[in-house]
């Protein structure tokens, strides 16, 4: 079949091969479309596929708990799914749930273990999954729940066309593109202390950042989707200085440094598919990388505060000696560090012993290409 009027392709029987970024945005974001084949409820079965998988609301006893959405109000994790074909939705869950539900009964060492095994491309794609549904989510749901305010989705402010590069990776197992140098972006697999009496489970994303973070048991997961791996080489310093386990807060403020590196990249990479013929043979994802490698802007106290800001404000009510008002000012400013005392050093969450934290990083190639 040829190539479509959008630059989209499809195989010989039909099958979307590459999805354009105009057809992505017609018909995933702003459509009802399967968001991985791109067909309709009226060519075929439709069921409702978790934004956070089935296995993992069981395992951390998350049917009933709830996420924190953009406009503060919570929505259960049960209920949070999108529509998805019943065939694509099986073929997720086989390629994805799987495998790395398997992982997680080793907590992290079987993850840790699935990455060493395989590469960072599956549980990289599988964040990128979920951050892409939690944000294709995000346009039925509305910002203000007061109706009178408006019925304006959170999505609102999205630009849709920057999740393109998101879409064909996680699409990657459906058209059989080759994932190339420099696709994947920053991947962070970190341990977490599993016993400081808070919630098991933890989950956020910076929209502008494009960086996602699940902590699940003594996991703590982080990407950032379009750095091609620059931001966790600009937060080295950082991983370097943790010396234990991550507690809640700390592994929060982890994820909030490597989006607020990300926002200071100034010569982001860009993307591309790339195929031999009109029928998609050879699909490969490329990325095109500054040759004189990542350039970051002088640390902005502001930028870094304000990323700060929103993945702590909720936890502000708990530093000894200061006000809930006082702390969010100092998150604002990036004056108060959950992971470092006022001489730099870790601070320890007092029920771990001070070996070092287990911190995994992966390059799919350590140099950047000419
Ligand atoms: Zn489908």
Known sequence: MPIATDSSVHDRVGRLLY?????????????????????TEREVDFNREHILPNWLLRRFGLHRGSVTLPNRKLHGYGTYTIPCCVECNNRLSKHFETPISEAFVGGLAG??????????????????????????????????????LGDTAISETYDWATFHHLHCLIRAHHTGAAIGDYVLGSVLLVEVDPNTGDEVFDLASVTDAFTFYMRAGDVALYATFNDAQACVGAIDHVLQGITGMLNPAQARELAAELAAANLHLTNRPTFQTLMSNPDGADLRIVAHVPACGPVFADKDHDIVGFVKHFLLNHITGTVEGRSPEETAELLRQNKISFLFNNEGNFIESGRQSDKRASIGTWWQKSVAPG
Request: proline fraction near 2%.
């Open 19 to 39: 999805c354009s970024a105009d057809r992505f945005v017609a018909n995933v974001c702003e459509g009802e479309h399967c968001f991985i084949c791109d067909r």
């Open 111 to 148: 993850v840790k273990a699935m990455v060493e095994r395989e590469g960072p491309e599956r549980i990289f794609q599988w964040m990128a999954l979920i951050f892409l549904k939690m944000h294709l989510k995000d346009r039925l749901l509305r910002k203000h729940l007061d109706r009178r």
